[in-house]
């Protein structure tokens, strides 16, 4: 389902997770996410009741600007999406 992950620096000054792209989504949708720290991290999909359906990223990483891709076609089309 992941495609790929980039880390475009430079060092961010806050946490910031942003609204995916594009939303709503067919079949793929982009994530992005800056993290000022080295950690430990960790982006999951939910469906709209909560159940987990899918870990899309889950290692540590250094400080950085990151972006993923994150491709929902395997996945039965009457799932409704939070990233």
Do not use: C
Request: hydrophobic content about 35%.
């Amino acid at each position: 389902m992941l495609t790929s992950v980039e880390n475009n620096s430079p060092v961010p000054l806050t946490f910031y997770l942003a609204q995916n792209y594009p939303n709503p989504f067919n079949a793929s949708t982009k994530i992005s996410w800056h993290s000022p720290v080295s950690s430990h991290q960790t982006i999951k999909v939910y469906d709209v009741i909560g159940r987990e359906i899918a870990t899309l990223f889950d290692e540590n990483r250094n400080p950085g600007i990151y972006e993923l891709i994150f491709n929902a076609g395997d996945l039965p089309g009457e799932f409704t999406f939070i990233v």
